[in-house]
Antibody, heavy 124, light 107 residues
Framework: EVQLLESGGAFVQPGGSLRLSCAAS????????MSWVRQAPGKGLEWVAA????????YYADSVKGRFTVSRDNSQNTLYLQMNSLRAEDTAVYFC?????????????????WGQGTLVTVSS | SSELTQDPAVSVALGQTVRITCQGD??????ASWYQQKPGQAPVLVIY???NRPSGIPDRFSGSSSGDTASLTITGAQAEDEADYYC??????????FGGGTRLTVL
């Protein structure tokens, strides 16, 4: 059974940093691209970042480029999101999601499994 | 990056057919995927590609596309289909974009 379990969400002040983790199980982690998607309270889904199966070729939304870094440790089956220079508008539930392909959005973008999310609150 | 536009809310009578649309330039080049999200839950993939359903998704869900518009159709809507529905697609600059979401109410 595929499982994705996010952790690391917390209350942090503006300008602070946080690292989210997503522990994966039930599939060959290194064979699939992974994404982070966030959802602000009462709002829609927003793609944040993605990384291909090998850990190379990260991709970022314009809203987080230069502040967030996506990485993965395939030996530990874990996906990470390092978030720096946090802003109030980064407040959201952060989901990790598995793609059905090694590469990010090759053809179409389809995420077949999602974690339950971890809440990040940025406030003074 | 391009945008995807969805109607904020749609309603359907129990057992009737409803179409939820998603419009954007990226859909001229790439297929949309569709996700269902119920309150407090993670999104669930319901349609991807030309018209493909993941295992476990009822066949009352179907997808189609024409020009810059993708559609999700629910034929014979059930009470459990009441949820938020999101489309997404890749863009030409290797981003992933989501539509704003459509809240479906089953009357």
């Amino acid at each position: 059974e595929v499982q994705l379990l996010e952790s690391g969400g917390a209350f942090v002040q503006p300008g602070g940093s946080l690292r989210l983790s997503c522990a994966a199980s039930g599939f060959t982690f290194s064979s699939y691209a992974m994404s982070w998607v966030r959802q602000a309270p009462g709002k829609g889904l927003e793609w944040v970042a993605a990384i291909i199966g090998s850990g190379g070729s990260p991709y970022y939304a314009d809203s987080v480029k230069g502040r967030f870094t996506v990485s993965r440790d395939n030996s530990q089956n874990t996906l990470y999101l390092q978030m720096n220079s946090l802003r109030a508008e980064d407040t959201a539930v952060y989901f990790c999601a598995k793609e059905e392909d090694y590469f990010f959005c090759s053809g179409d973008c389809r995420h077949d499994y999602w974690g339950q999310g971890t809440l990040v609150t940025v406030s003074s | 990056s391009s945008e995807l536009t969805q109607d904020p809310a749609v309603s359907v009578a129990l057992g009737q057919t409803v179409r939820i649309t998603c419009q954007g330039d990226s859909l001229r080049s790439y297929y949309a995927s569709w996700y269902q999200q119920k309150p407090g839950q993670a999104p669930v993939l319901v349609i991807y590609g030309e018209n493909n359903r993941p295992s476990g998704i009822p066949d009352r869900f179907s997808g189609s596309s024409s020009g810059d518009t993708a559609s999700l159709t629910i034929t014979g809507a059930q009470a459990e289909d009441e949820a938020d529905y999101y489309c997404n697609s890749r863009t030409s600059d290797n981003h992933l974009v989501f539509g704003g979401g459509t809240r479906l109410t089953v009357l």
